[in-house]
């Protein structure tokens, strides 16, 4: 790989570690770029090298996170331990299934989670303790941590964003919180794909390790805008990364 590739993807690196800070999504650039700068590898080597930069991220914008605003652990751990298996059983089961057979799928749940942030205006912008009830929390560690985790070891990109409008929806926490909240997971989800991708021998060290520190530059820059600018501001950037992932989804099955 010549320099002037690898130096492109140090930069998606930070690009994405700011977008998955943010509001997840990160996969959205991370991935894509992997992909299109060195298009002869394995298509599990680029998702295995997008994983190992992408959990450096993750986990530093969890500590950011931590330090100032408010994820409820009590959610996160155990949707966090179920993460790292689930994540792992999407990971060996991504070269029997077809993401041609996912995208049409994914791009109606985009649709329904633009639709949902769009037509509730108020969504996110205040959290609301009164949603959590027994059951909801309960769904709230079982969706997370078993459907998405799974999602994210199968495919990926967009999984920080429906982490986040998943807490959102289920337990009413503003979009802060639950960005906040959904990283703790999202660390989890990207250590059990990393672990099967890495006993396969997928994974580029070299280059996923020094586009993890770029991750982390641009997650730390994002969560701490993610903090001082507030939920409206999160709101934003989740209806761009949300409109972004149909269009490309859209455009990879229709175009």
């Not at 408010?70 to 070269?95: E, F, M, S, T, Y």
């Not at 990109?157 to 909240?181: C, Y």
């Not at 390790?209 to 991750?215: K, S, T």
């Given at each position: 790989?010549?320099?002037?590739?690898?130096?492109?993807?140090?930069?998606?690196?930070?690009?994405?570690?700011w977008?998955?800070?943010?509001?997840g999504?990160?996969?959205?650039i991370?991935?894509?770029?992997?992909?299109?700068?060195?298009?002869?590898?394995?298509v599990?080597?680029?998702?295995a090298?997008n994983?190992?930069?992408?959990?450096?991220?993750?986990a530093?914008?969890?500590?950011?996170?931590?330090?100032?605003?408010?994820?409820?652990?009590?959610?996160a751990?155990?949707?966090?331990?179920?993460?790292?298996?689930?994540?792992?059983?999407?990971?060996?089961?991504?070269a029997?299934?077809?993401?041609?057979?996912l995208?049409?799928?994914?791009?109606v749940?985009?649709?329904?989670?633009?639709?949902?942030?769009?037509?509730?205006?108020?969504l996110?912008r205040?959290?609301?303790?009164?949603?959590r009830t027994?059951?909801?929390?309960?769904?709230?560690?079982?969706?997370?941590?078993?459907?998405?985790?799974?999602?994210d070891?199968?495919?990926g990109?967009?999984?920080?964003?429906?982490?986040?409008?998943?807490?959102?929806?289920?337990l009413?926490?503003?979009?802060?919180?639950?960005s906040?909240?959904?990283?703790?997971?999202?660390t989890?989800?990207?250590?059990?794909?990393?672990?099967?991708?890495?006993?396969?021998?997928?994974?580029?060290?070299?280059?996923?390790?020094?586009m993890?520190?770029?991750?982390?530059?641009?997650?730390?820059?994002?969560a701490?805008?993610?903090?001082?600018?507030?939920?409206g501001?999160?709101r934003?950037?989740?209806?761009?990364?949300?409109s972004?992932l149909?269009?490309?989804?859209?455009?990879?099955?229709?175009?």
């Amino acid at each position: 790989m010549h320099a002037e590739q690898v130096v492109l993807l140090l930069v998606a690196a930070v690009a994405a570690g700011w977008v998955d800070a943010v509001v997840g999504g990160g996969g959205l650039i991370q991935l894509p770029a992997l992909l299109l700068i060195n298009p002869g590898q394995p298509v599990a080597t680029a998702l295995a090298t997008n994983k190992l930069g992408s959990i450096a991220g993750t986990a530093s914008a969890a500590v950011a996170y931590a330090r100032k605003a408010k994820p409820d652990v009590r959610v996160a751990v155990p949707a966090g331990l179920l993460a790292v298996c689930c994540a792992a059983g999407g990971a060996l089961c991504a070269a029997a299934i077809s993401s041609d057979v996912l995208k049409p799928v994914i791009m109606v749940v985009l649709l329904a989670v633009a639709a949902i942030v769009v037509l509730r205006p108020n969504l996110g912008r205040l959290p609301r303790p009164v949603l959590r009830t027994r059951r909801r929390v309960a769904a709230a560690v079982l969706v997370p941590g078993v459907a998405i985790a799974f999602y994210d070891g199968l495919l990926g990109p967009g999984t920080g964003t429906f982490l986040v409008v998943a807490f959102t929806v289920l337990l009413g926490m503003d979009f802060v919180d639950a960005s906040a909240t959904s990283k703790i997971i999202n660390t989890g989800t990207n250590l059990g794909a990393l672990a099967v991708f890495a006993a396969q021998g997928h994974v580029l060290w070299a280059l996923g390790l020094a586009m993890g520190v770029c991750n982390i530059v641009g997650a730390q820059l994002g969560a701490h805008m993610a903090i001082n600018r507030g939920a409206g501001f999160v709101r934003a950037v989740l209806l761009c990364v949300v409109s972004a992932l149909v269009l490309k989804l859209g455009y990879e099955q229709f175009g």
